[in-house]
């Protein structure tokens, strides 16, 4: 039944946060706080090169088969990931980052959404070793599952961008060392705890905007205008 409750509340807290995904985050808001931003590495992913039309040792000082080899490296990773996404290794062990960015959401959306009995249930099963807790762990993540991959999307979409932009670099800005080390990054993110970090980036931008003070207050409020006027009685 504790589960029946979060379900039906989930897809609301869930769509919420999606739509509050910023595209550039303010800057005034640190996530660092509660979010660390470097996974631990946990079978990481890594994208398989041997079927590249343009190998990475044909780029050499070529502008031209660098770029070539940027477009097809986001695009097979991209394939790639989904599917080691979509494949998640059984019985893989929570580690204490991925705990904590569970634990930092179900803070957040009983904040924003007065539902600490819910969510308080979901914590404790997070912070459980049972056998029922590693059942519950897995409802939630189940569950969770779109979200995270689609948290996992907007990461890597964020990276490939600056990846993309280096296309007008000349070699010797940006040669094979940056590349290499830009390939790597974007590797680590196809992670469903860069995953978690995004939505607990969108909640924490909610929860930002809502503790913000009204900016620009009307001198008058309409709202006690409607009251007025509610208010007023017909003489008979």
Do not use: W
Not at 45 to 59: G, H, I, W, Y
């Amino acid at each position: 039944m504790r589960f029946q409750h979060f379900y039906l509340m989930l897809p609301i807290v869930l769509l919420f946060s999606a739509c509050m995904v910023p595209t550039n985050p303010s800057p005034a808001l640190n996530l660092n706080t509660t979010v660390q931003e470097q996974p631990l590495p946990s079978l990481q992913f890594q994208t398989n090169q041997s079927r590249f039309l343009t190998p990475l040792s044909e780029v050499k000082n070529s502008v031209e088969k660098r770029n070539s080899f940027i477009d097809e490296f986001i695009f097979q990773s991209d394939m790639q990931c989904q599917y080691h996404l979509s494949h998640p290794i059984q019985n893989e062990p929570q580690t204490s980052q991925e705990r904590s960015l569970y634990m930092s959401m179900f803070d957040t959306v009983s904040f924003l959404f007065g539902t600490k009995y819910i969510t308080d249930v979901a914590k404790q099963a997070f912070n459980s070793d049972t056998a029922q807790s590693q059942a519950d762990k897995d409802a939630y993540k189940n569950a969770l599952t779109p979200e995270i991959r689609q948290g996992v999307k907007i990461a890597r979409a964020k990276y490939a961008q600056k990846m993309m932009a280096q296309k007008e670099s000349l070699f010797e800005v940006y040669g094979l060392d940056a590349l290499q080390k830009d390939m790597m990054n974007y590797d680590k993110q196809c992670s469903e705890e860069y995953g978690l970090i995004e939505i607990n980036r969108a909640l924490k931008q909610a929860q930002f905007q809502m503790m913000q003070p009204t900016q620009g207050k009307p001198t008058i409020d309409p709202k006690e205008i409607k009251k007025k006027v509610e208010a007023v009685k017909f003489l008979p």
